[in-house]
């Protein structure tokens, strides 16, 4: 009890108790859920896809729940709060992107696959090689998004819980990656989804409520919301509605600035996380209905975090915020605590860990249904495999994902999230999307355009990025001390001026795709072009829902 | 009936169930329905997009006018892209649940009874 008096002191913000107290009922309850939801787990449908039988409002729900991630919640309104209007723009690129997937991608991947991204893209090329890519491509992204995610629990911690030491963080690392590996495990989609569902409404409602707080401190009046910040910003504070704070220095922060917004915009569509939520719904039309849920909830939340991030510029302070334990994150707890005192911080703080527990959990599973149905069963067993015998291996999968997620999240302690997440996008969009959208759309598209542009677009996107600022030889020039991953300010290797890898490996990927295509003498299958065409827009042979 | 193996009884060299419901006249007037529909859309909010991330990243004078109070160009047009994508989402659910659907339903149900 001692250690925690301290170190509530430590941080002097909230009641560890009271966070701990309301985290541990969150868990409690959808615990049960999960077990209740995963009696009628029995076939590999049921596992991956939740029965099929979720309804269009319902997955929609679950889709913002995967979406809105610890980095949409704590990132952005920390991104605002710090930065202003730039913070902006990663609202919009996270909410456009949207219309990429429900007017190209949503349906037609519902009508044509079965499990995976992989099923779509393997559909009328050759399944192997064109699945290991697939797989390869899903489990580096699902991987960073994980890192990204497990690394923003151990430094929320800091101020959320008042642990304080890397110790103590890295336990905490550890509980929510069992928790993880336990709801997956035992629940499989349906539990998983359940567990999404109930953090998306808790999440968008905590928010609803604190901008609500908000707007009534400055009398419904955003102009005056604004007006607090600048003056809270102190000399000069107007650049806090003006574009350019962060990224209008030079022609280079410029052009990182076109390559997150590529990134941002192209990345949802080939997250194959969130692909694979279309499978988990009985047809094509409660695909649309979830994406228009979806697309709802999420713009509508993304409006909150614009009120809440000026009103922690404006109630906290960008200065309090950037020097507070959790950084640049801590900007929503820490305007939770100005608003209303320790039990909302301590419900927005516990809402915080159950987002990250959730997104985790379907992170994990997709990356388990990846492994399992796309290399053990279609590629080392050649599709000769038994259901059952494939969520064994998938289960399997899930521990072995989780103890190296807990490994990689202790190890990316206090490493830069933001960087992770957008790695993630930026390698969705480069080695994902370009592949989906010519196999759905592009009659002449063959197995090695496919391979060309998912290797070429995986492979630029991860060597760019090594060879960037963020990895090595960024140093603040105020200080001396390094901004980048390794923190030895003798080692620098960036010779990519960018941050982000978009601008580049993105049309890179697309480009490979046709240059691929061409140069192959492997001919292209016009009878599956035609089955596939003929699936995807009028659902005919379309995998069914479960019935129990 | 959910007949996915449709065409595999013919040779290769023939052609499939699917290649002649690809060719038939139906078929090709679906599938032009959507295209016409979701490509120029697709083009169009990705211009919209752009044109604000290039406003915002090179006209930041532009970007700064305020308009009324603390309220600037660059916060209504943000907030235009908002209000674009909730209505984009609109019209095509709206499109695709009163026209385009009733096609493609009686289309697979035709195939799925072998009737083409």
């Not at chain 1, 090695?448 to 070429?456: I, P, Q, T, V």
């Not at chain 1, 982000?500 to 001919?523: C, D, E, R, Y």
């Not at chain 2, 009884?9 to 169930?17: H, Q, R």
Request: with cysteine.
């Amino acid at each position: 009890m001692n250690a925690t008096v301290r170190a509530a002191e430590a941080t002097d913000v909230g009641n560890p108790v009271v966070n701990i107290a309301i985290f541990a009922v969150f868990v409690a309850v959808t615990l049960v859920i999960v077990l209740r939801a995963s009696r009628q787990n029995k076939s590999a449908a049921d596992y991956y896809a939740g029965g099929r039988n979720f309804t269009g409002p319902q997955n929609g729900t679950a889709i913002a729940g995967d979406y809105l991630s610890a980095a949409s919640f704590l990132g952005i309104c920390g991104a605002i709060a710090v930065n202003g209007y730039d913070g902006f723009l990663y609202s919009i690129g996270f909410l456009v992107a949207w219309l990429v997937a429900l007017l190209l991608v949503a349906e037609l991947l519902r009508n044509t696959g079965k499990f995976t991204m992989a099923d779509v893209l393997s559909f009328r090329l050759k399944q192997r090689p064109v699945r290991m890519a697939a797989a390869l491509a899903t489990l580096a992204v699902v991987f960073f998004y994980l890192l990204a995610q497990m690394a923003g629990a151990g430094g929320l911690v800091a101020l959320l819980l008042g642990i304080d030491s890397t110790a103590g963080q890295s336990i905490v690392v550890a509980v929510v990656g069992a928790l993880m590996i336990l709801y997956v495990l035992v629940g499989g989609m349906k539990g998983t989804t359940w567990v999404q569902i109930i953090k998306a409404v808790l999440l968008i409602a905590g928010a609803a409520v604190m901008t609500f707080w908000v707007l009534a401190k400055f009398g419904f009046n955003i102009s005056d919301l604004f007006q607090g910040a600048i003056d809270m910003a102190g000399p000069g504070g107007e650049a806090m509605i003006e574009p350019g704070k962060k990224y209008g220095v030079d022609g280079t922060t410029k052009l990182d600035f076109l390559s997150l917004a590529l990134a941002l915009v192209l990345g949802t569509a080939g997250l194959p996380h969130v692909l694979m939520r279309f499978y988990t719904v009985p047809s094509a039309k409660e695909a649309r209905r979830s994406v228009v849920w979806a697309i709802w909830l999420i713009g509508i939340f993304y409006l909150f975090t614009l009120v809440l991030g000026y009103g922690a510029a404006a109630l906290v302070g960008p200065e309090a915020i950037s020097s507070a334990p959790g950084g640049v994150n801590s900007a929503a707890p820490l305007l939770a605590f100005a608003l209303g005192g320790e039990i909302l911080l301590g419900f927005i703080s516990a809402v915080a860990f159950a987002t990250i527990l959730a997104v985790v959990a379907g992170l994990t599973i997709t990356a388990a249904a990846s492994f399992a149905h796309d290399i053990y069963a279609n590629v080392i067993k050649k599709g000769e495999v038994k259901p059952d015998g494939e969520v064994r291996v998938a289960r399997i999968t899930v521990v072995v994902i989780g103890i190296l997620a807990i490994l990689g999240g202790i190890f990316a302690q206090g490493q830069n999230v933001a960087f992770l997440v957008a790695l993630a996008f930026a390698v969705a969009a480069s080695a994902n999307l370009p592949t989906i959208l010519y196999s759905l759309f592009w009659k002449r598209f063959n197995t090695s355009g496919a391979l060309w542009s998912m290797y070429g677009g995986l492979v630029s996107c991860i060597v760019l990025i090594a060879l960037s600022p963020v990895v090595s030889g960024s140093v603040d020039p105020a200080t001396g001390a390094s901004l980048s991953m390794i923190k030895n300010t003798d080692v620098d290797f960036a010779i990519f001026p960018l941050s982000n890898p978009g601008i580049v490996s993105i049309p890179l990927a697309f480009v490979l795709g046709i240059v691929g295509t061409f140069l192959s003498k492997g001919k292209s299958h016009p009878e599956k072009f035609a089955e596939m065409e003929v699936r995807s827009l009028t659902g005919a042979g379309a995998e069914k829902a479960v019935s129990h | 009936m959910t007949d996915t193996t449709a065409g595999s009884a013919s040779g290769p060299a023939e052609e499939t169930d699917y290649q002649r419901v690809q060719r038939s006249p139906e078929f090709q007037d679906l599938r032009r329905r959507f295209r016409n529909f979701v490509f120029p859309m697709t083009a169009l909010f990705l211009v919209w997009y752009f044109v604000y991330v290039l406003l915002a990243n090179y006209a930041h004078d532009f970007m700064s006018i305020k308009v009324s109070g603390n309220i600037t160009v660059g916060l209504l047009l943000g907030l235009g892209q908002f209000v674009s994508t909730f209505a984009i989402t609109m019209i095509y659910a709206r499109w695709a649940n009163r026209r385009f659907d009733a096609e493609a339903d009686e289309l697979r149900r035709e195939i799925e009874e072998d009737e083409l």
